[in-house]
């Protein structure tokens, strides 16, 4: 599998799935969640409501991932994962690893060969963005996937230097 990290806008890259730093309503917001239910379109909300409907009435819980259309996106699906809030009272490292390795597993599920990741929980959710990178990484090249690559698009310099500098630590 393929490991690359660019500077880019999530939204734009042509992919089998783009991950979404979702939260748990899976009803958009900011950020990546925000840009890619925008530039997405409506069948992503849609599809969004009737898993909350069906399947996560009190809303997907953190670490998980579930897939959709990706709408109007490049992509062909959308993987929502709730990443966890940054407390440097609790260790939640293991959540933060969870949401790449159940996309990956999630992309696995529905055929993905390429996937874009963003750098889940270091926006809003306040992770240090040399430890995402590092757990982001580590995880990702740990799993057990049939991915032929995954590409970490990074909206910033500092976030790009630092999944780069993840990515050399071998």
């Keep these: ?99 790449y390795r159940n996309s990956l597993r999630v992309a696995g599920e529905i055929g993905a060969r390429t996937v874009a990741f963003p750098a889940v929980s270091a926006g809003i959710y306040g992770w240090p963005m040399d430890d995402a990178a590092r757990i982001a990484v580590r995880t990702v090249r740990g799993s057990s996937t049939a991915l032929d690559e995954v590409t970490f698009a990074l909206f910033s310099a500092d976030a790009l230097a630092a999944f780069e500098a993840a990515l050399a630590d071998v």
């Design 1 to 99: 599998m393929q490991l690359t990290a660019v500077r880019a806008d999530i939204t734009t890259l042509t992919v089998d799935a783009v991950v979404n730093a979702a939260n748990s309503s899976l009803m958009g917001g900011g950020g990546v969640d925000g840009a890619i239910h925008r530039a997405g379109g409506p069948d992503i909300l849609r599809e969004c409501r009737e898993l909350r409907d069906s399947h996560y009435p009190d809303g997907l819980p953190t670490g998980q991932a579930v897939a959709t259309t990706a709408g109007e996106l490049p992509a062909r699906w959308v993987i929502h994962t709730v990443g966890p809030v940054f407390s440097r009272r609790e260790d939640r490292s293991a959540l933060l690893a969870d949401c």
